[in-house]
């Protein structure tokens, strides 16, 4: 058994041929690290140049009369920012489906990757460090010396078999654990590396969870096309934005390159493109120019009229150079039932749509219901809010390629099944009779309307609120105290490598579990925070999805 460790490279914003083959080699050893420490051959797994494979656990297939295609922005699962994400909930909402593009998936960060790189030293280094113990062992004649070396051996040969289980897996295996709970066939293909607007950003991965019972990847001829040594079998990749297919270089101008994948449904084969489209765009004035040439062939945004603006541009500049693509990948490939699953980051009233949706003949823009969860109970009008704000996910179709499919619903957790378990399960606040008519002073950490109608729910986690709107229930407070003595018991059993020797891992124990009550739990008693457990415990969006015959 090997396992390699890969150097961290400065990689530069060119995302040059060279840049992407040294952090898709970082990524694959990671995949290769999950494989032998984390799926330990509960299931199959591929660690390709293309995409990483982790294969169903069993794969009876069936004919369907219909699926569920999803989308669904799962809000960096596995990092503090989702510390208290609910993965079973999470699958219980994702198992409704049958291929899901997920967005926003992420490798180990932080002190979990910290930990891993210190296992897997360990781990390569055993080897050595059990040849040095049993050498010097040998040179011994004092009895005491000798059985003070041969605990020293027996130790590390012990840390060494259990620092196996001292690997963390990432938030999208821990999502595909609690999915082959409910169904052995899940199975999913993620991109093969992540990727970010700026060096040193966030660096996403996109990925398609798949019900291996009634979808199955098959071959892409793109994928193929372009395929190099060591990409697996071509059933998906990123698609290619450069000059050869596209007729100009466009990889500078997406923060997040759009992954594909083809699966067939029955007889029937079809193929989905995902990505999570810039939200601030981060080029200077030059790159700027670029792109709006390339894309909209003028100079300037005044020529574009209505609804596009320097805060959406870029938005708009991503969508409809990935319409461009797949209008040519059907056109060229005669494959045409294509569609486009994306986070946009874009209304759907806006104006502009139509010029955008003019790259991809015969396209509609389906999702029109808000989906995306709003923190606060109330707007300054005194309105409420419902918990939602901004359709941002949609698709994009040909609709007479797609006959069987119709226009999609959004998965609002507040008004699905789903309510009553998360309710049961996290809420602790009693509710105060005419509450709603009562006029509040949201005070300074209240987000602004126009924060809530125009930006993502914030990523960061504030400082404590201090005002307080709804009582505590005595049962509220009994289930409170019981997460956090649960999380406390998880914490601490949590174990590291330092000083090569496993270690209890007390990393921030104190700060996570104030994280917990407040994030969770005592926000829920305040206005402005009213609803923003919810996205602590699933996701900032809801799901998207479209119902298909084929």
Same mark, same amino acid.
């Given at each position: 058994?090997?396992?390699?460790?890969?150097?961290?490279?400065?990689?530069?914003?060119?995302?040059?041929? /060279?840049?992407?083959?040294?952090?898709?080699?970082?990524?694959?050893?990671?995949?290769?690290?999950?494989?032998?420490?984390?799926?330990?051959?509960?299931?199959?797994?591929?660690?390709?140049?293309?995409?990483?494979?982790?294969?169903?656990?069993?794969?009876?297939?069936?004919?369907?009369?219909?699926?569920?295609?999803?989308?669904?922005?799962?809000?960096?699962?596995?990092?503090? #920012?989702?510390?208290?994400?609910?993965?079973?909930?999470? *699958?219980?909402?994702?198992?409704?489906?049958?291929?899901?593009?997920?967005?926003?998936?992420?490798?180990?960060?932080?002190?979990? /990757?910290?930990?891993?790189?210190?296992?897997?030293?360990? =781990?390569?280094? *055993?080897?050595?460090?059990?040849?040095?113990?049993?050498?010097?062992?040998?040179?011994?004649?004092?009895?005491?010396?000798?059985?003070?070396?041969?605990?020293?051996? *027996?130790?590390?040969?012990?840390?060494?078999?259990? @620092? !196996?289980?001292?690997?963390?897996?990432?938030?999208?295996?821990?999502?595909? +654990?609690?999915?082959?709970?409910?169904?052995?066939?899940?199975?999913?293909?993620?991109?093969?590396?992540? &990727?970010?607007?700026?060096?040193?950003?966030?660096?996403?991965?996109?990925?398609?969870?798949? %019900?291996?019972?009634?979808?199955?990847?098959?071959?892409?001829?793109?994928?193929?096309?372009?395929?190099?040594?060591?990409?697996?079998?071509?059933?998906?990749?990123?698609?290619?934005?450069?000059?050869?297919?596209?007729?100009?270089?466009?990889?500078?101008?997406?923060?997040? %390159?759009?992954?594909?994948?083809?699966?067939?449904?029955?007889?029937?084969?079809?193929?989905?493109?995902?990505?999570?489209? $810039?939200?601030?765009?981060?080029?200077?004035?030059?790159?700027? +120019?670029?792109?709006?040439?390339?894309?909209?062939?003028?100079?300037?945004?005044?020529?574009?009229?209505?609804? =596009?603006?320097?805060?959406?541009?870029? %938005?708009?500049?991503?969508?409809?150079?990935?319409?461009?693509?797949?209008?040519?990948?059907?056109?060229? !490939?005669? &494959?045409?039932?294509?569609?486009?699953?994306?986070?946009?980051?874009?209304?759907?009233?806006?104006?502009?749509?139509?010029?955008?949706?003019?790259?991809?003949?015969?396209?509609?823009?389906?999702?029109?219901?808000?989906?995306?969860?709003?923190?606060?109970?109330?707007?300054?009008?005194?309105?409420?809010?419902?918990?939602?704000?901004?359709?941002?996910?949609?698709?994009?179709?040909? +609709?007479?390629?797609?006959?069987?499919?119709?226009?999609?619903?959004?998965?609002?957790?507040?008004?699905?099944?789903?309510?009553?378990?998360?309710?049961? +399960?996290?809420?602790?606040?009693?509710?105060?009779?005419?509450?709603?008519?009562?006029?509040?002073?949201?005070?300074?950490? @209240?987000?602004?309307?126009?924060?809530?109608?125009?930006?993502?729910?914030?990523?960061?986690?504030?400082?404590?609120?201090?005002?307080?709107? !709804?009582?505590?229930?005595?049962?509220?407070?009994?289930?409170?105290?019981?997460?956090?003595?649960?999380?406390? #018991?998880?914490?601490?059993?949590?174990?590291?490598?330092?000083?090569?020797?496993?270690?209890?891992?007390?990393?921030?124990?104190?700060?996570?579990?104030?994280?917990?009550?407040?994030?969770?739990?005592?926000?829920?008693?305040?206005?402005?925070? !009213?609803?923003?457990?919810?996205?602590? $415990?699933?996701?900032?969006?809801?799901?998207?999805?479209?119902?298909?015959?084929?």
């Amino acid at each position: 058994m090997s396992f390699a460790l890969h150097a961290e490279a400065e990689v530069s914003l060119t995302k040059s041929l /060279e840049d992407d083959a040294a952090k898709i080699a970082q990524y694959q050893a990671k995949c290769e690290a999950n494989e032998t420490l984390v799926v330990d051959k509960a299931y199959g797994v591929g660690c390709f140049t293309n995409y990483n494979h982790y294969l169903p656990t069993k794969n009876i297939i069936k004919n369907s009369q219909s699926i569920r295609i999803a989308n669904y922005n799962l809000l960096h699962p596995g990092t503090s #920012k989702a510390l208290f994400k609910d993965y079973g909930m999470v *699958a219980k909402i994702i198992n409704q489906y049958d291929i899901v593009s997920a967005l926003e998936l992420l490798a180990v960060v932080g002190r979990d /990757e910290q930990n891993n790189r210190a296992v897997l030293e360990f =781990i390569i280094d *055993a080897p050595n460090v059990q040849a040095k113990l049993k050498a010097e062992r040998l040179k011994l004649k004092d009895a005491s010396k000798i059985q003070e070396i041969e605990f020293k051996i *027996a130790k590390h040969y012990n840390d060494t078999r259990a @620092a !196996y289980d001292l690997y963390r897996a990432p938030g999208y295996l821990k999502i595909l +654990k609690e999915l082959k709970k409910l169904d052995p066939s899940w199975a999913l293909l993620l991109s093969p590396r992540g &990727d970010s607007a700026l060096v040193g950003s966030v660096e996403e991965l996109t990925g398609y969870f798949y %019900r291996g019972s009634t979808a199955t990847p098959t071959l892409n001829p793109h994928c193929k096309e372009y395929a190099e040594e060591g990409a697996g079998t071509p059933y998906a990749c990123f698609i290619n934005l450069t000059q050869s297919f596209m007729g100009r270089d466009l990889v500078q101008h997406f923060a997040r %390159r759009p992954f594909m994948a083809s699966f067939k449904v029955n007889s029937t084969k079809i193929t989905l493109v995902t990505s999570h489209v $810039v939200f601030t765009y981060s080029g200077d004035e030059d790159a700027t +120019k670029d792109l709006l040439k390339k894309t909209f062939s003028v100079e300037s945004l005044d020529e574009l009229g209505p609804g =596009i603006n320097l805060s959406n541009f870029a %938005r708009f500049a991503e969508v409809k150079n990935t319409l461009e693509f797949m209008e040519r990948y059907k056109r060229k !490939y005669k &494959d045409p039932k294509i569609m486009f699953l994306s986070d946009m980051n874009l209304v759907s009233k806006n104006v502009f749509w139509p010029e955008v949706l003019k790259a991809f003949s015969g396209s509609e823009l389906l999702i029109t219901e808000a989906s995306t969860l709003s923190p606060t109970r109330y707007l300054s009008t005194g309105k409420e809010t419902g918990g939602i704000v901004n359709d941002y996910d949609h698709f994009v179709l040909d +609709k007479k390629t797609f006959p069987g499919c119709d226009n999609g619903e959004v998965y609002n957790y507040f008004q699905k099944g789903i309510i009553k378990e998360i309710e049961q +399960k996290y809420v602790i606040r009693q509710e105060i009779v005419g509450l709603k008519n009562k006029s509040f002073n949201f005070g300074p950490e @209240a987000p602004i309307e126009s924060e809530i109608l125009e930006g993502d729910v914030p990523p960061v986690d504030d400082p404590a609120t201090v005002k307080l709107e !709804y009582p505590l229930t005595p049962k509220g407070q009994s289930k409170m105290d019981k997460f956090v003595m649960n999380f406390d #018991k998880y914490l601490n059993s949590l174990q590291t490598i330092k000083n090569n020797q496993i270690v209890t891992d007390s990393f921030q124990i104190t700060e996570r579990l104030d994280g917990l009550r407040r994030r969770v739990f005592l926000r829920q008693l305040t206005n402005p925070f !009213y609803h923003r457990f919810m996205q602590e $415990v699933l996701s900032d969006h809801f799901p998207v999805a479209l119902t298909c015959k084929f």
